[in-house]
């Protein structure tokens, strides 16, 4: 059972467009991270909520913690191919030191 | 070192031996995790240090596998017996152990391991 379902779990957009990838769960969460992967390469952290209700941008990417803390969206806005990868949401729970990581979304760029 | 490195970065064996995978984490860092990863899913959390002591073990599927860490910076994980479900790829991460969802885990490059 995944703790942390992502949606789409696959995405092929053209260069230039905006996207959602979404991270859900019926469990709360102490704080979340959001992750971007490349092939052959391990997890490289994006960005930390740990506020429900918080926002956080990063350039073109903008991430949201649910006023619940139990779910989580990553916005980019005007893709480009160096945003292809995999995209990974990662959660810690009140109790324990153990992450959960989502199902991911695989995002492709197109030029 | 500048990152996290785990070795080998390939591993081909056959069912029923044995194999280590080794990851040395960024000095300094208390923390230490390992993951497996199947293609296309999110890494699946197996082992947890604060040091030298595995602090959370509960992902560990089997008594199969086992990890230490007795110096409390290099870690070794060991599987007895591979099967065949046990291709995946081993990834390691490092972090300075900061209590909460501050901690930053820097992720190494991996282990794929196959076994045939």
């Known amino acids: 059972t995944q703790l942390l379902e992502q949606s789409p779990q696959f995405l092929s957009i053209q260069e230039g467009e905006n996207l959602t990838v979404y991270c859900n769960s019926s469990?709360?969460?102490?704080?979340l991270q959001w992750y971007r992967q490349e092939p052959g390469e391990g997890p490289v952290l994006l960005v930390t909520?740990?506020?429900?209700?918080e926002v956080k941008k990063l350039k073109r990417l903008t991430f949201q913690f649910g006023d619940a803390r139990k779910d989580s969206s990553l916005h980019i806005t005007a893709a480009q191919p160096g945003d292809t990868g995999l995209y990974l949401c990662?959660?810690?729970?009140?109790?324990?030191?153990?992450?959960?990581f989502g199902t991911g979304t695989s995002l492709t760029v197109i030029p | 070192g500048a990152g996290v490195s785990q070795t080998p970065s390939n591993k081909v064996t056959e069912k029923g031996k044995y194999v280590e995978l080794r990851c040395d984490p960024i000095?300094?860092?208390?923390?230490l995790y390992w993951y497996r990863q199947s293609l296309g899913q999110g890494p699946e959390f197996l082992i947890y240090?604060?040091?030298?002591?595995?602090?959370?073990d509960s992902g560990l599927p089997n008594d199969r596998f086992f990890a230490v860490r007795p110096e409390g910076s290099v870690s070794t994980l060991k599987i007895q017996r591979t099967e065949r479900g046990d291709s995946a790829v081993y990834l390691c991460?490092?972090?300075?152990?900061?209590?909460?969802?501050?901690?930053?885990?820097?992720f190494g490059p991996g282990t794929r391991l196959t076994v045939l």
């Open positions: 909520v740990v506020t429900g209700g």
């Open positions: 991460a490092s972090s300075s152990g900061l209590a909460g969802g501050q901690n930053e885990q820097f």
């Open positions: 000095s300094g860092h208390t923390a």
């Open positions: 469990s709360v969460f102490s704080s």
């Open positions: 240090f604060q040091g030298t002591g595995a602090a959370d």
């Open positions: 990662a959660a810690l729970r009140y109790t324990g030191n153990q992450f959960y």
